[in-house]
Structure formats: structure tokens, C-alpha cells
């Protein structure tokens, strides 16, 4: 998969930094009807997103933590960007009408990297579901055919997401699924696997039995 030269206090530092950074930008984000309970679960958000970056390769890390140090500089918030662009699938009309006109936009180069990564990522949330369906019924739909006004696909999710990233994190991230690809590696295993350890099983398995 992927060499890491960091010591491991090194790489957790910067993950750790990557989620504050997150969080403050999430508390941020402006809800329609007040401040959203999710906002509360400090625990739940840092597991997932440590989970996330934990997978990461040393250079995808640092390459982030750039950009949230640009997106604090240039006072933009990089999660409700993501919920923006999200709301392209999830809600075309206001996505085109209300924010599109103020969204960065991006080129040919960097959307052929989005779909790239996200067709390898979405086929591994499809190749974990078939393995562990218990799990799987407890995450989000995977197919954007499934978004709703009420529900978002992780498909939509990750595409979301992945605008958000700068060109080089982008170049770094295709890299790194690429050498997954090649080693036959599942990206959602080493998510997943992460996250349920870090709730309190003793591995996937575990968890897919007592969930």
C-alpha cells in the first residue's frame, strides 16, 4: 500500500490537528433551524474522521493539513463547501440557484482525479457491504441514485468531499488508491476496521456479530 516514514507521534499529531481543524469549521456551519445535535458528539465525529485519516498515507496528510491552513487564511470553511457541492445530487435546483455561483470551481484535470478515487472508493464501500451486511446496513446508502432530501449516499458524501481538496492533495490521494489497486487493497477494511476498534471491538468480525 504505502510506506510511512513518520514516527507515529508525528503522524498522530498532524491527524489530530486535521480534526480540530474540521471541527471548528463544523461547528460553523450554519443549520437552517439552529445548531444540529451531531454537533455535540465530539467523540462519534473524532472517531470517524480519525478512522478516516488514519488510513492516509504520510504525504496525504500533510498535503491536508496545507489546506486547511490556506482555508483558515482565505476565511473559507471547508465543510460547508463539502455540504454544498453535496447538495448538487441531493438538491439541484437550490445547489444551482444559491451556491454554485459562489463555489470554487474546478478543472478538467481535477475532476478526471475526483471520479477516478471516487469510483475506487465507492466500489470498495460495495465490496465491504457484501461481506460484513450488518455493518453495512448501519452506514450511509452507497449509490447516488439513493440520495434524498433526507438521506445522503456515500457516493455524494465522498464527492463532496474530495472538491474540497487542493490539486496536490487530490494528486496524492490518486497515488496513493492507485497503489491500492495494485496490492489489492480495500480501502473501507482499513476504515472500518479503525473505527470499530476504536468503539471497543476486537475486530471487524467482532463487531459484526454483536452489532
Known sequence: MY?????????????????????????SVEEIEGKASCK?????????????????????IKSYLRDLDDAFREHRNLVMEKYAYMMESTDPEYYRSKLEPHLPKGDEETKAMIGEIAEYLVGCDREFALQYPGLGRKSRPISAEQDSGYETSAETYIKGELRTYS??????????????????????????????????FDSLEDAERKM
Open 167 to 200: 490539486k496536490f492533495t487530490l494528486k496524492h490521494f490518486l497515488d496513493y488508491v492507485r497503489a491500492c489497486r495494485g496490492d489489492g487493497v480495500n480501502f473501507s477494511f482499513l476504515v472500518k476496521d479503525k473505527m470499530v476498534r476504536m468503539y471497543g
Open 3 to 27: 510506506d510511512t516514514m513518520m514516527k507515529p507521534e508525528t503522524r498522530n499529531l498532524i491527524i489530530e490537528k486535521i480534526i480540530r481543524g474540521e471541527w471548528e469549521m463544523f461547528q
Open 40 to 60: 455535540e458528539e465530539w467523540q462519534t465525529f473524532h472517531i470517524m474522521r480519525y478512522s478516516y485519516y488514519n488510513a492516509w498515507s504520510d504525504q496525504m
